[in-house]
């Protein structure tokens, strides 16, 4: 990753280790889509909730979430891992939304979806989704990674909230 590579030559020596679990891809990922990972698994954005699905396994299960993911919704990693998203759907989840997000899925697409989801207590959060595939270096599909952020209404024009959808537009310098 571009992290590593700065480290390699400026040392890691006096950089304490971090405090939250990071994903490490176990694919050669694209420069953008290494930037993306290195920026949300950095400093700082410890309470940034995002997942990794990779869909070249059966029903595109979470690989990874992220510790902001499993405070923000109340499961655990191991409640997650290895599940597909979905289980964040209730009965107020509206069926377009979801629609919008297998559209997004078939066609390697990004997407920003709000829509309701539900946490593992049952209550209810209007949630500004952020999606977007990841690919390795030769182009080829990689995985799916999806930013969660907590808004305070349904509705349009709220992506700005989400900083997967900011990094992923190159809005954060």
């Known amino acids: 990753t571009i992290l590593d590579s700065i480290l390699s030559v400026v040392g890691d020596n006096d950089i304490p280790a971090p405090a939250q679990r990071q994903f490490s891809s176990t694919k050669d990922l694209s420069e953008r889509d290494s930037t993306i990972v290195d920026m949300l698994n950095s400093a700082g954005h410890e309470n940034v909730?995002?997942?990794v699905c990779d869909p070249h396994l059966k029903d595109c299960p979470i690989v990874f979430a992220s510790d902001g993911?499993?405070?923000?919704?109340?499961?655990?990693?191991a409640e997650i891992e290895g599940r597909n998203c979905r289980f964040l759907q209730g009965p107020g989840t509206d069926e377009g939304d979801v629609d919008r997000i297998r559209d997004a899925i078939k066609g390697e697409k990004e997407a920003s979806v709000n829509l309701l989801n539900y946490k593992k207590d049952g209550t209810s959060f209007n949630n500004q989704f952020f999606l977007s595939p990841l690919y390795?270096?030769?182009?080829?599909?990689?995985?799916?990674?999806?930013?969660?952020?907590?808004?305070?209404?349904?509705?349009?024009?709220?992506?700005?909230?989400?900083?997967?959808?900011?990094?992923?537009?190159?809005?954060?310098?």
Do not use: R
């Not at 993911?69 to 990693?77: E, N, P, R, V």
């Not at 907590?150 to 537009?169: D, F, H, I, R």
């Open 49 to 51: 909730s995002f997942c």
């Open 69 to 77: 993911f499993c405070g923000f919704t109340g499961y655990s990693c």
């Open 136 to 173: 390795e270096k030769d182009g080829k599909l990689a995985y799916y990674i999806g930013v969660q952020c907590s808004v305070k209404k349904l509705g349009p024009g709220q992506a700005p909230e989400n900083p997967g959808w900011v990094y992923a537009q190159g809005l954060h310098a």
